[in-house]
């Protein structure tokens, strides 16, 4: 790392002081959050890293969720330019094909982030850096050099200032200067990088100092969104009495529910019945209105065959040609326990679409927005309250809770201990994302929370707000806002 921050930083003030560095451009060939499609983003350092991480040099936000926090680096060195695959979960593509370590990169080369991630196009450029303005060069040797070494750039600092006397303001002015003042900065430069192993503990103390410096400064954003997000935590507590974790599980987990699928009936078009028995476990909840709410996919599991196995295959293909089919299931919570079959819900299948899969032709239902199942039951002993409006406008960074039976665990399977679990997370970006969802991040729920509830604490107490419909990997979740169901 020393090694790269210091080429990075060398390079980075040779940029400044006025010398022509070769340079390369990155297409962004797919929009993502602050990087429209079609902008270029000039790289003027030898080494630079790209993913989700904060200190990458080319960063990608959440609406990326699986570009991996440092997902590629591209390096250039005598002439050549090579890419290489960072990350261990996801894979780095170059025309299509992954890359297993690193790869040589040449003009119009694509470059993508992971399977379904972000889209690039590297290309050579013929002018380097002595045509592009000042303030350009700033911007560029900031975020690509200054931003992605901030502890290596400290001491750098330190053993500019000793070196120059004038700081940073030095550098501008040797710009307006004569070739020989130029000729002296590149000389001082040099100076830094050979003394950069030895001045660390004559300049210990002036690295706690310029920390602080530097934090005030450069990640003052961050900073102030801390407060904010400290502040906005002091503010529902006081609205909500300071609600433990502990408290919201003992109020809500008897309005959970361990929704398991027993039997299906299939009732083909001549008027012929098998039944057969099921075994797949979601999960479901009861809201304070008597709706009783899970996922669809956890109902109607043919349509979503992902990837399609030996039971998906044949309801599906049953139902293509006019067989009926109803599932029946139980439904227990620690409170009490009670049966519903699927032509009781209300759900949204008109996005479903027939589509070929393994050559068999399925009636397909998408992971998204319409993820959502409910039904109107003849109680109100629900103490689950809710905001639709809410779910459709939460903020990147507030805390979300998930109750839910993951893989059947919590004594689901031993009738006299039902108990669901309960996990926190947090909001990945503000609103919903582009498939109607709500994104999480560090989710701590897994297979069998599907359909389980998603709910915050607000000015209003504890308002349930989503519906757990999927994960991505080990860390992104999505919850389908309780608003889609137009409650």
């Known amino acids: ?12 003030m040779k940029v400044l002081g006025g010398a022509n560095i070769p340079t390369y451009t ?26 989700r991480d904060s200190k990458c040099g080319v960063r990608f936000g959440a609406d990326t969720p699986t570009v991996s926090r440092k997902h590629a680096a591209i390096s250039r060195e005598n002439g050549e330019t090579k890419i290489h695959n960072l990350s261990k979960s996801n894979p780095t593509l170059v025309n299509g094909r992954p890359v297993k370590d690193s790869y040589y990169l040449n003009n119009g080369d694509e470059i993508q982030l992971s399977m379904e991630g972000p889209r690039l196009r590297y290309n050579t450029t013929k002018s380097g850096t002595a045509k592009i303005g000042f303030t350009s060069k700033m911007n560029l040797v900031m975020q690509q050099a200054v931003k992605p070494y ?9 053993m500019f200032l000793s070196v120059t006397s004038v700081g940073g303001v030095f550098i501008y002015d040797v710009m307006k200067q004569t070739d020989e003042q130029r000729k002296l900065l590149e000389v ?51 609205a909500t009495g300071s609600t433990a974790a502990s408290d919201i599980y003992q109020s809500m987990k008897d309005d959970v529910y361990f929704l398991h699928s027993y039997v299906v009936t299939r009732t083909t078009p001549s008027g012929q019945r ?14 304070d209105d008597g709706k009783f709410v899970t996922a669809r996919h956890c109902l109607q599991l043919w349509r979503y065959p992902y990837p399609p196995d030996h039971v998906t295959t044949i309801l599906n293909r049953e139902e293509m040609s006019g067989t009926n089919i109803e599932i ?21 299948e008109s996005q479903d679409r027939v589509r070929t899969i393994d050559s068999e032709r399925m009636r397909i239902a998408e992971l998204d927005y319409t993820d959502w199942a409910y039904v109107q039951l003849d109680r109100r002993n629900g103490a689950m309250e809710y905001d639709p409006e809410l779910s459709r406008n939460l903020s990147a960074g507030s805390r979300i809770f998930i109750l839910g039976y993951s893989y059947g665990l919590g004594g689901a399977n031993v009738s006299s201990n039902v108990a669901p679990l309960l996990s926190e997370s947090s909001i990945a970006q503000d609103g919903l994302d582009n498939r109607g969802y709500i994104t999480l991040t560090g989710r701590g729920f897994g297979q069998g929370n599907s359909g389980g509830p998603a709910f915050v604490l607000s000015d209003d107490g504890i308002q349930a707000v989503g519906i757990v419909s999927a994960g991505i990997g080990a860390e992104i979740g999505r919850i389908v806002p309780l608003s889609a169901m137009d409650l």
């Open 328 to 348: 029946e299931f139980t439904a227990t919570s620690p409170r009490d326990e009670f049966r519903l079959k699927l032509s009781d819900f209300q759900y949204d």
């Open 274 to 287: 098998f039944r057969d028995e099921l075994g797949s476990t979601c999960t479901g909840f009861l809201l």
């Open 26 to 51: 990155l297409e962004y060939l797919t929009g993502t959050k602050g990087k429209k499609q079609g902008e270029f983003e000039t790289i003027v350092v030898p080494y630079v890293e790209m993913g």
């Open 150 to 158: 901030k502890t290596v750039l400290i001491a750098f600092l330190v």
């Open 188 to 238: 001082q430069e040099q100076m830094l990088v050979e003394q950069s192993e030895t001045m660390e503990e004559q300049t210990a103390n002036y690295l706690r100092e310029l920390a602080n410096l530097q934090s005030a400064n450069v990640d003052l954003s961050s900073l102030i969104s801390d407060l904010q997000g400290e502040l906005e935590d002091v503010r529902i507590n006081a």
């Open 1 to 12: 790392m020393a090694n790269k921050a210091t080429k990075s930083l060398t390079a980075g």
